[in-house]
């Protein structure tokens, strides 16, 4: 029985098609990677609460809560870091490899965003959309109607976001160890310095950014491995090849 080029490419197609990671199609989960104190999810299109465990897996539509005195983490298949701060709320938009969106309802986030070349990542406000290049930075609530963020390392534009519309305007572009405000009804503004409340933050980053490189290597690995899962998979056996 000789090898057949067509089923071989069958074969292939649809290995690519149902194993996670090698389609650029595939929705990226985020997974808790770690749990301070207690935390609750509301799955797409359920009304519930549910509490948040470490390894649970949330996929685009989850919206995620950290409750008093509490912490969450998620990493994506990609090895996005995103924390969630004591009462912070904010839900999965989007998450692909060519693209990821996440909405911030309230309180204060610290973010490692992979850099990839041509992936647009933003998050969203109420007030402002950020738009992320592979970025390390952190967005906090000052008051109802307002909020400040920060980078730490990186560049993002932040634009100011129509609540009506949702049209982005008067965008401003902010680089590492500078910040940002965003208020009702008033232009984004670039700050000189990293606003206090986002200073604050920065000794966590170290151990975000840990994360983060170890989440990015334990993918490369995985990678590899499904890579030379397709090699052995595609290869005939004894006596079949040409």
């Given amino acids: 029985m000789k090898f057949s080029l067509r089923s071989t490419l069958l074969s292939l197609l649809s290995f690519i098609l149902f194993v996670p990671g090698l389609s650029a199609l595939d929705v990226n989960r985020f997974t808790v990677t770690r749990?301070?104190?207690?935390?609750l999810f509301r799955p797409s299109g359920q009304a519930d609460w549910?509490?948040?465990?470490?390894?649970?897996?949330?996929?685009?539509?989850?919206?995620?809560?950290?409750?008093?005195?509490?912490?969450?983490?998620?990493?994506s298949d990609l090895g996005d870091v995103i924390v969630i701060d004591e009462k912070g709320e904010l839900t999965l938009d989007r998450s692909t490899d060519e693209e990821g969106a996440l909405s911030l309802f309230i309180g204060r986030f610290m973010f490692n965003v992979l850099h990839k070349p041509?992936?647009?990542?933003?998050?969203?406000?109420?007030?402002?959309?950020?738009?992320?290049?592979?970025?390390?930075?952190?967005v906090v609530q000052t008051a109802e109607d307002a909020w400040e963020?920060?980078?730490?390392e990186g560049?993002?534009?932040?634009?100011?976001?129509?609540?009506?519309?949702g049209a982005e305007t008067d965008e401003i572009a902010v680089?590492?160890?500078?910040?940002?405000?965003?208020?009702?009804g008033q232009k984004p503004a670039r700050l000189v310095g990293l606003p206090p409340r986002v200073a604050l933050l920065r000794p966590h980053f170290k151990q975000i950014r840990q994360r983060a490189l170890d989440a990015r290597r334990d993918l490369r690995r995985d990678l590899r491995r499904k890579r030379l899962d397709l090699r052995k998979k595609l290869r005939p056996p004894e006596g079949q090849r040409p």
Avoid: H
């Fill in 118 to 138: 041509n992936r647009k990542f933003k998050v969203k406000t109420p007030l402002a959309a950020v738009a992320i290049r592979g970025t390390e930075f952190a």
């Fill in 155 to 165: 560049q993002v534009a932040v634009s100011a976001l129509d609540e009506t519309t």
């Fill in 50 to 75: 549910l509490p948040v465990k470490e390894g649970n897996e949330l996929k685009p539509g989850d919206r995620v809560k950290a409750l008093d005195t509490s912490r969450v983490e998620l990493t």
């Fill in 149 to 152: 963020g920060g980078v730490i």
């Fill in 35 to 39: 749990l301070d104190g207690r935390a």
């Fill in 175 to 184: 680089a590492t160890e500078q910040g940002f405000r965003t208020a009702r």
